[in-house]
């Protein structure tokens, strides 16, 4: 059998490609990216496999060589034969240059070295799509596919932002020594700036609230008073230090709040906040309603 050569085939619309006919790769279990692998492979190839019974897609008659053009990757035909082959072969550049490139830039971020493994991605979705029975089934393709693209992005995101992450941790340990901040058993820190004696409000409660917010090199990525306007909103429906800032504070009360990575955004890039950043809030409680 001749080396497939997938992904370059995929990349060029009118390569030349070597043939694979219509063998399925078999998948290699070796670490969390083959399995992630194979569970995308098998968790896509659910919507193609409905289109083929549904008749939306192809002549079921001709199911190798849907599989064939899916294993080939290049395009064009007529025929229903010629049809279900350039289908395949469709659907194979769409896997390149969209499922394999978004799962790799959601999982490895910017670190260009790395990917999934196309072999196993294709050996699930083919597979699905012809309907046989997989290494696992398709509802354990879905916990897996979750399962493992989360646990490998927090790898990526560590070896990325972890830096930014023990700055924030250095920062936090060293204010919470300072005069007049308060940390609650969550690890969220505040320093009063003006006591307020309203109401305090419930999560679910209409609030009235000036910011501003900044990191902790001081850069503001947010006001309120830039903008001119407070903001009314309900504190649920922020993050979680504001929403345990805000079930804590007065009405008419003005507080500095420095809300840890995991009450704030997390690994997510949120704008200009980078993952696993510790921010800094000036809130001013102006009112509560109900």
């Known amino acids: 059998m001749k080396k497939l050569t997938f992904v370059a085939s995929l990349a060029i619309a009118a390569a030349t490609l070597t043939s694979c006919g219509n063998s399925t790769p078999k998948a290699d279990m070796k670490n969390d990216v083959d399995s992630m692998s194979y569970a995308i492979g098998l968790v896509q190839s659910q919507y193609i496999r409905q289109a083929i019974e549904q008749g939306q897609v192809i002549d079921t008659v001709y199911i190798d060589e849907f599989i064939k053009g899916i294993n080939e990757g290049v395009n064009a035909g007529d025929d229903k034969k010629k049809s279900a082959y350039y289908t395949g072969l469709q659907i194979g550049q769409q896997l390149a240059n969209q499922l394999v490139k978004g799962v790799n830039h959601e999982v490895f971020g910017t670190d260009s070295t790395k990917t999934i493994s196309l072999k196993n991605l294709l050996a699930g979705f083919v597979t699905g799509a012809a309907g046989k029975k997989g ?30 992450k023990k700055a924030g941790e250095k920062w936090l340990a060293e204010n919470k020594k300072k005069a007049g901040v308060v940390t609650l ?16 409000p419930a999560d679910t409660s209409m609030v009235k609230v000036h910011y501003e917010g900044r990191t902790i090199d001081g850069k503001v990525f947010e006001s309120s008073y830039k903008n001119g306007q407070p903001v009314e909103i309900r504190p649920k429906q922020f993050i979680p230090g504001w929403t345990e800032a805000l079930t804590h504070m007065p009405a008419g009360s003005v507080w500095e709040v420095y809300i840890p990575q995991e009450l704030g955004y997390g690994e997510r890039q949120a704008g200009d906040i980078k993952p696993f950043s510790t921010l800094i809030f000036k809130i001013e409680l102006i009112s509560v309603g109900k």
Not at 193 to 198: D, H, M, P, S
């Open 135 to 164: 290494i696992m089934t398709v509802d354990e393709a879905q916990m897996t596919a979750q399962a493992k693209m989360k646990k490998i992005k927090a790898v990526t995101m560590e070896k990325e932002y972890g830096p930014n």
């Open 185 to 200: 058993p969550s690890g969220l820190q505040y320093k009063v700036i003006k006591e307020g004696n309203g109401v305090i």
